[in-house]
C-alpha cells in the first residue's frame, strides 16, 4: 500500500502554475479578435492598457479557483485513503490468531522451490458466547462455556504446489484415535496423551488438534482455520446464501433442519443446521453428514468464484468483515494480507480440480457408535502427503496407477526385507519403520544380514525391478545399489557406507507416489464443480417426533407446524 500521505492531489497542486487551464500566456480569455495578435496588442493599448488589468486580476482568481479544486481533490484522496486504512487496520484487529509451534510439522519444497499448502480447518461445538449458545442450545444449565468445545468439524484442505489442483479431506468426528501429549497456550489446559475420540483433542488447544491429525496421517499441516456456530451464520449471510440440493423431504429433528424436496438458498440458521445435520443424511451418523458438507462447501466456493461476488464493493466488504470475526487461525495467518494470499492461492484452482473425500473408516469393534481409520485411508493420506492429485485434468477421479512403471507403483503393495549388514544395533528397524511411515506394505520385515556388508545393496526378484525403483526412491538409493537376484522379494542390506538417518547419505529421497485409486476408493470422493448434487436424506428411522422414531421424511410430514427452514 502506498503511503496514504502522498496522494496525486497534492502532487497536481504544486505542479499547477498561476494560469487558467488552456490559457497560453498573455492571452485573454475572449475569443480572438480579427487581425490576430497584433491587432489584438493595438485594441489593448487605445482603452488605455484596462485589458492587460483586466488580465493581471483574472491570474489570481485563477490560482485561487485552483487551490480550493486542488485542496478539495487532496482532501477526497486522503479521505479515500484514510477509510482503507481504516477498514485495514479494522480487518486486522478482527482476527485472533494462536501459534502452532511446529505442532503440524513442516512442507518440503518441490524441484522449483514451490511448497504446498495444507490447512486444517475445524467446526467448534463450543458455546463460548451467548450468541453460540442461542445457536447451539444446551447453555440453560451451564450457562456460557468456557475452553474449546470438540472440533466436531474436521477437514484438511491440500492445495498443490502448482496451484492446480486441490484435495479436501474430511475426517468423522466419531474416529477413535490416540492423542499426543499437549497444553493449552491459552488457558494452560495439558494431557500427557491418552486413546480417544478425535475430536476431543480441541479441549487442548487448536494446535493439539493439529497434532493429533499430522501424528495420525503423515500430512504436514502449515496453517489452521477455526469457526464457531455464529461463524458459519455470518460467512452464508456475507455471500448472499448457499444454494444446496436435498434427494428428499428432510426434518432434522435434532438440528432443527426442515426442507422441502429440490433446491433451496440457506442463509443464516438455516445454513448452519444444514451443515450440522447428523441424522438427516446418510446413514443418521458423521459419515453422511460430511457428504452434505462437502456439497455445501463446493456451492460455496462455486459461490465464491461466480461473477460479480468478489467485484461488489459491499458484497467484498460484508464478506472480508465476516470471515475476519468469525474466524481463529494459527498466527502464520493472522493478518489480513496473509489471509488475502491465502485465498489468492486458492482461487487459482478450478473447481473440477478440487476432490472432497472422507477418510476410510471401520467400525471400531469395541464401540459400535465408533470407528477406527479404514484399509485404503493409508493410500490417500499418502496421496495427499505426497501432493498427488486426486482429479484428472477433466475433474473426473483419478483412475488405477499403472504399475508399467517405476515412478507409479504404488507403496502399499510393496513389502521389503531389510537386513543390518552394519555392526549397529537397530539400523535395520530404523529404515523399516521409515518405510512403513512413507506407506510401504506392514508386511515389511528386519533381520540381520548373513554377514557385514561395506556397501549396501537392493536386491529384486525377476519381474520386480520396477518395485525397487519405487522403495530405491523413497530410500535415495540410486541404480548403482540395485541388482537382480534369484529368488523372490525385495532385500534391503543396509551396509557400512549408511550408518545413520533413514535417507541414503548424498541421495534425492522423496516419498513414494501412492495408489490414486485406493486414495478414493470407499472414500465418497466428488469435484467442487458437481452443481447437480443433491445431499441424499437417510431413508432410516434416524430422527424422533414425539417420542416416535421416524425417517426425516416421515418427521417432515408430521411436522406441519413446524416452519421449513428457508421461509
Known amino acids: 500500500m502506498s503511503d496514504r500521505w502522498d496522494g496525486p492531489g497534492g502532487q497536481a497542486t504544486r505542479s499547477r502554475t498561476g494560469e487558467v487551464p488552456g490559457q497560453r500566456a498573455g492571452e485573454s480569455g475572449s475569443a480572438p479578435r480579427p487581425g490576430g495578435r497584433a491587432a489584438a496588442r493595438e485594441a489593448a493599448r487605445s482603452h488605455g492598457g484596462k485589458r492587460s488589468r483586466r488580465r493581471a486580476r483574472s491570474a489570481p482568481r485563477g490560482r485561487r479557483i485552483l487551490k480550493i479544486a486542488g485542496l478539495s481533490l487532496a482532501i477526497i484522496v486522503l479521505g479515500t485513503a484514510g477509510v482503507g486504512w481504516w477498514f485495514y487496520q479494522h480487518l486486522n484487529g478482527n482476527i485472533n490468531s494462536v501459534a502452532l509451534n511446529g505442532k503440524g510439522g513442516s512442507e518440503t519444497a518441490d524441484a522449483f522451490g514451490r511448497t504446498p499448502i495444507n490447512i486444517l480447518v475445524m467446526g467448534s461445538d463450543g458455546r463460548t458466547s451467548k450468541a453460540d449458545c442461542k445457536l447451539g442450545g444446551g447453555c440453560s444449565q451451564t450457562g456460557v462455556q468456557t475452553g474449546n468445545g470438540n472440533a ?89 446464501g448457499v444454494s444446496v440440493c436435498v434427494n428428499n423431504n428432510v426434518y432434522d429433528t435434532y438440528s432443527h433442519l426442515k426442507l422441502s424436496r429440490g433446491t433451496h438458498t440457506l442463509k443464516g440458521e438455516a445454513a448452519l443446521e444444514f451443515v450440522r445435520s447428523r441424522h438427516g443424511f446418510g446413514d443418521g451418523s458423521d459419515l453422511g453428514r460430511t457428504l452434505s458438507q462437502h456439497i455445501f462447501l463446493g456451492a460455496m466456493i462455486r459461490k465464491f468464484k461466480s461473477a460479480g461476488t468478489l467485484t461488489d464493493p459491499a458484497a467484498v466488504y460484508d464478506l472480508a468483515d465476516a470471515a475476519t470475526k468469525a474466524l481463529t487461525v494459527d498466527d502464520g495467518l493472522g493478518s489480513v494480507k496473509k489471509l488475502i494470499g491465502l485465498a489468492a492461492d486458492v482461487n487459482k484452482v478450478p473447481t473440477k480440480r478440487m476432490t472432497f473425500t472422507t477418510m476410510q473408516t471401520a467400525p471400531d469393534p469395541s464401540d459400535t457408535n465408533r470407528v477406527v481409520v479404514g484399509g485404503g485411508a493409508k493410500d490417500l493420506f499418502a496421496s495427499i502427503a505426497g501432493d498427488q492429485s486426486l482429479s484428472t485434468g477433466s475433474g473426473k477421479k483419478a483412475k488405477a496407477t499403472s504399475t508399467a512403471t517405476a515412478s507409479t507403483v504404488p507403496a502399499s503393495r510393496i513389502a521389503v526385507t531389510v537386513e543390518n549388514g552394519t555392526e549397529i544395533t537397530g539400523r535395520a528397524s530404523d529404515v523399516a519403520n521409515a518405510l512403513t511411515g512413507q506407506g510401504f506394505s506392514s508386511a515389511t520385515t528386519t533381520a540381520n544380514a548373513p554377514s557385514p556388508s561395506a556397501t549396501t545393496t537392493l536386491t529384486y526378484g525377476t519381474g520386480q525391478k520396477a518395485e525397487a525403483q519405487t522403495a530405491a526412491k523413497a530410500l535415495g538409493l540410486s541404480s548403482k545399489h540395485l541388482q537382480q537376484g534369484t529368488g523372490t522379494g525385495l532385500t534391503l542390506v543396509i551396509g557400512g557406507d549408511w550408518t545413520t538417518g533413514t535417507a541414503y547419505p548424498g541421495g534425492s529421497s522423496s516419498p513414494a507416489p501412492a495408489d490414486t485409486k485406493a486414495a478414493v476408493s470407499d472414500a465418497n470422493a466428488q469435484t467442487a464443480d458437481q452443481a447437480k448434487d443433491c445431499a441424499k436424506v437417510s431413508p432410516y428411522k434416524t430422527v424422533s417426533l414425539n417420542g416416535v422414531p421416524m425417517t426425516p421424511a416421515q418427521a417432515y410430514a408430521a411436522a406441519t407446524n413446524k416452519k421449513d427452514s428457508d421461509d
Open 152 to 240: 466436531d468439524v474436521q477437514m484438511v484442505v491440500h492445495v498443490s504446489a502448482d496451484r492446480s489442483n486441490a484435495t479436501v479431506m474430511s475426517i468423522p468426528r466419531d474416529t477413535m484415535v490416540n492423542v499426543p501429549a499437549c497444553k493449552d497456550s491459552e488457558n494452560g489446559e495439558s494431557t500427557a496423551g491418552y486413546y480417544g475420540q478425535i475430536n476431543s483433542a480441541l479441549r487442548y488447544g487448536p494446535a493439539c488438534q493439529v497434532a493429533t491429525i499430522h501424528q495420525l496421517t503423515g500430512i504436514p499441516i502449515d496453517h489452521f482455520v477455526k469457526l464457531d456456530f455464529s461463524g458459519v451464520v455470518k460467512m452464508s449471510d456475507a455471500v448472499g
